[in-house]
């Protein structure tokens, strides 16, 4: 597979605290990467490492198969978890000033922040210092600051935290255009509906090691139960029930329906497959409603923690 | 380098139109010459006042050498008793009086000065100058020395003093060598204190700000250290220039509108200092041209940037260290500690003795070195002295840096953690 980004065998430690724990991901070209972990998982500290602001103790990092070199940061674009901008300081100018040491030119930066400015529709900020802007506004600016220099590698720490609803639905349009460019993406959260929303790959942090990577959905495939929801109408409920209670594995369920419904859970074992239950219930009673529970990322997610506890 | 460039460039700017330092710049000198103009005026004002002193004299023999001064008019009391005579110095809230008895020899507790308030010690020296002047005339005419020819006789000896390379010094020239070191070495402990914390002030920012981190991903912790340091000493290097050109302008113009001899001034306040003969204009000016001004200014240049640098990556590791400008306390009595001992030992040790064995000593000493040093300097430092000294003080740069870099390249990723030394010390091993 062509990995934009390869992590190998990654330890940091500080003093007697282990922040990882021989931690090796690949990140495929193209893709958008979650990077999951409770808080103080060392989701961070990686992401630093990523960016050469802190050196591993052990281990290799390659990007586009070539070890990561310090000119590697204008290929990279972060956006970090704790992120502000210089209060007194002029919008327009400090955004200049950013993509600068990110290696573009005066003009260049101009041109470019004049079109992500339009984009966003915040020309007229320009002039303003951040401290007359809220908090979702600047995360704007930062937003369009890290993207900037068109890096080939986008970093986002917890990108979502801090904005309103509308903002955070146009910040994600626009991570998943730059993808659509040729950008991929890794991105840090404990917010697991983003992942669901966004991720192709994603990786699971917990307490400095790494519990769980992969493509989404065959690690969702991995942990699905083989257990159905289904929403049935019986002439005689009480009879259908004992005869599937014999069966099979029933458990409630819940969902919402038009239906006055019998809502069952049912869990299948390995031989028997989704065609056969259909089957069998068809014969029995009217299918309203008939779905494979696929476990969300949250639930791998405790699942996994929960495990490794 | 080219990053290091931009930051110098923002970190310049950025001090530069802050507001209170463009207050400051403009308003600094005139507060000074101010300063001046007030103390001479108030000098003056001093000067003019008129002290009426009685005296009592019980001899006689000093009626006529009580002469009225400039700012001593003396009374004769003598046809009073002497109750009387209290009595109405009291009453007219003269000065004081001088009760001279019968016997008068001189010795002390035999003349006595009465009054509400002690009398200034020049006015008590002035009497009793012309006390002794007149008892030492009559004692010698009463040993039968012709006291006109003694007086015509007296040889008047003043020591040219010179050094081996033929260069003529004056006593005065001493205090000018005094005066220009302590100004220097003050000055550089004020731009050291005034920059580093601003140089702190600012890491402190970025921190509270959180833009660090953003940066960080951009350039490396040391390039952008670095260059908030030397963005910040042109910053200071830019301040300096303005207030020597403006200072020199508001000088003359004060000194012109105003009437106020800057010279006169410092001169009467040495005399009070100690009396000496006193030197010309010309020589005081000789004096100070003779000094070595242009190396002066030069080592100016390389100690402030010497001691700067090593005192403000200091600042900057401090800044790094805390959360916020309050938790800097602890932190900054070590700092200044070296600063205040550079400025004392100058100002005592130096001042008496300048290649004594403790001021050479501070003059090596990294820390102390560019006060004590440019201190000394004024009254001429062997050039391997300086060499020696420059050399460990550059270093020592090179390592507090290395270590100053540590901790901020930690300290700045570090949020709500109180550092402690013990932490500090913690980081440089990350």
């Known amino acids: 597979m062509d990995n934009l980004l390869v992590a190998e065998n990654i330890y940091k430690r500080f003093g007697s605290f282990t922040a990882l724990n021989n931690v090796s991901v690949q990140i495929p070209r193209g893709s958008v990467f979650g990077l999951l972990g409770p808080n103080g998982a060392g989701k961070t500290t990686f992401l630093r490492i990523i960016n050469q602001i802190t050196m591993p103790d052990e281990g290799k990092i390659y990007l586009d198969n070539k070890p990561l070199h310090p000119n590697d940061i204008q290929h990279i674009g972060y956006l970090p978890e704790e992120r502000g901008l210089y209060k007194s300081m002029k919008v327009g100018e400090q955004a200049l000033y950013l993509a600068r040491l990110k290696g573009l030119s005066k003009n260049d930066a101009k041109e470019r922040l004049q079109y992500w400015f339009e984009k966003l529709e915040i020309t007229d900020w320009w002039d303003k210092k951040i401290q007359e802007l809220s908090k979702g506004m600047?995360?704007?600016?930062?937003?369009?600051?890290?993207?900037?220099?068109?890096?080939?590698?986008?970093?986002?720490?917890?990108?979502?935290s801090g904005f309103d609803p509308v903002n955070a639905g146009i910040i994600k349009r626009e991570i998943l255009q730059l993808k659509e460019e040729g950008?991929?993406?890794?991105?840090?959260?404990?917010?697991?509906?983003?992942?669901?929303?966004l991720c192709d790959y994603m990786a699971l942090i917990h307490k400095s090691n790494k519990l769980l990577d992969g493509k989404v959905s065959e690690i969702k495939r991995e942990y699905k139960s083989n257990t159905y929801e289904v929403g049935l109408e019986a002439e005689n409920e009480a009879t259908l029930l004992a005869e599937l209670q014999e069966k099979f594995v029933l458990g409630?369920?819940?969902?919402?329906?038009?239906?006055?419904?019998?809502?069952?859970?049912?869990?299948?074992?390995e031989k028997e497959s989704a065609n056969q239950l259909l089957e069998f219930l068809i014969s029995r009673a009217r299918v309203n409603y008939f779905v494979e529970v696929i476990p969300s990322v949250n639930d791998i997610f405790i699942k996994t923690v929960t495990q490794h506890a | 380098m080219r990053n290091l460039g931009l930051i110098i460039q923002r970190e310049y700017f950025a001090r530069v139109r802050n507001k209170t330092f463009i207050i400051m710049t403009f308003l600094s000198p005139l507060i000074l010459v101010g300063m001046f103009i007030l103390i001479g005026y108030l000098s003056m004002l001093n000067s003019s006042e008129q002290h009426i002193i009685g005296f009592y004299d019980e001899t006689g023999m000093f009626t006529e050498d009580f002469e009225d001064e400039e700012q001593i008019q003396y009374l004769d009391f003598s046809t009073f008793s002497l109750e009387e005579a209290r009595d109405k110095v009291r009453e007219q809230e003269y000065?004081?009086?001088?009760?001279?008895?019968?016997?008068?020899?001189?010795?002390?507790?035999?003349?006595?000065?009465?009054?509400?308030?002690s009398p200034g010690l020049g006015t008590v020296k002035a009497i009793e100058k012309t006390i002794a002047e007149r008892l030492t005339r009559q004692r010698l005419m009463a040993n039968g020395v012709n006291v006109d020819e003694l007086e015509n006789a007296r040889a008047k000896v003043e020591i040219q003093i010179q050094n081996f390379s033929g260069q003529r010094n004056s006593k005065m020239a001493t205090y000018i060598k005094m005066i220009f070191g302590g100004v220097a070495g003050y000055l550089l402990m004020m731009f050291i204190i005034i920059y580093g914390n601003m140089v702190m002030r600012s890491v402190i920012e970025e921190k509270t700000n959180r833009i660090i981190e953003i940066i960080v991903s951009s350039v490396k912790p040391l390039q952008l250290m670095m260059g908030k340091v030397l963005g910040t000493s042109l910053a200071g290097l830019t301040q300096f220039t303005i207030w020597v050109v403006l200072g020199l302008v508001l000088v003359s113009i004060a000194s012109f509108s105003l009437g106020i001899d800057m010279f006169s001034v410092q001169r009467g306040q040495m005399e009070n200092i100690q009396q000496f003969a006193q030197p010309d204009v010309t020589q005081l000016l000789l004096d100070v041209y003779n000094l070595p001004l242009l190396s002066l200014l030069l080592f100016f240049f390389l100690y402030f940037l010497g001691g700067y640098f090593l005192y403000s990556s200091i600042y900057a590791a401090i800044g790094a260290a805390v959360d916020s400008e309050t938790d800097t306390q602890q932190f900054m009595f070590p700092v200044i500690l070296p600063l205040m001992l550079g400025i004392y030992v100058g100002f005592f040790s130096v001042?008496?003795?300048?290649?004594?064995?403790?001021?050479?000593i501070f003059s090596m000493i990294p820390l102390t070195s560019p006060i004590v040093m440019l201190m000394r300097i004024p009254f001429g430092v062997a050039w391997y002295e300086l060499l020696l000294s420059l050399l460990l003080l550059l270093i020592t740069n090179f390592g507090v840096v290395?270590?100053?870099a540590k901790i901020y390249r930690v300290g700045i990723l570090?949020?709500?953690?109180?550092?402690?030394y013990k932490e500090l010390f913690k980081w440089l091993k990350y």
């Open chain 1, 138 to 160: 600047a995360q704007k600016v930062q937003f369009v600051i890290t993207v900037l220099h068109q890096p080939k590698l986008l970093i986002f720490d917890e990108p979502f």
């Open chain 1, 183 to 197: 950008a991929t993406i890794l991105f840090s959260t404990h917010r697991m509906e983003s992942v669901e929303e």
């Open chain 1, 252 to 269: 409630k369920a819940s969902f919402r329906s038009i239906h006055n419904d019998l809502k069952l859970s049912i869990k299948l074992n």
């Open chain 2, 95 to 117: 000065y004081g009086l001088i009760y001279i008895p019968e016997k008068a020899s001189g010795e002390a507790g035999q003349i006595q000065f009465f009054g509400d308030e």
């Open chain 2, 351 to 360: 001042i008496e003795n300048p290649h004594g064995t403790v001021s050479t």
């Open chain 2, 402 to 404: 290395w270590l100053a």
């Open chain 2, 414 to 420: 570090m949020y709500g953690k109180k550092a402690s």
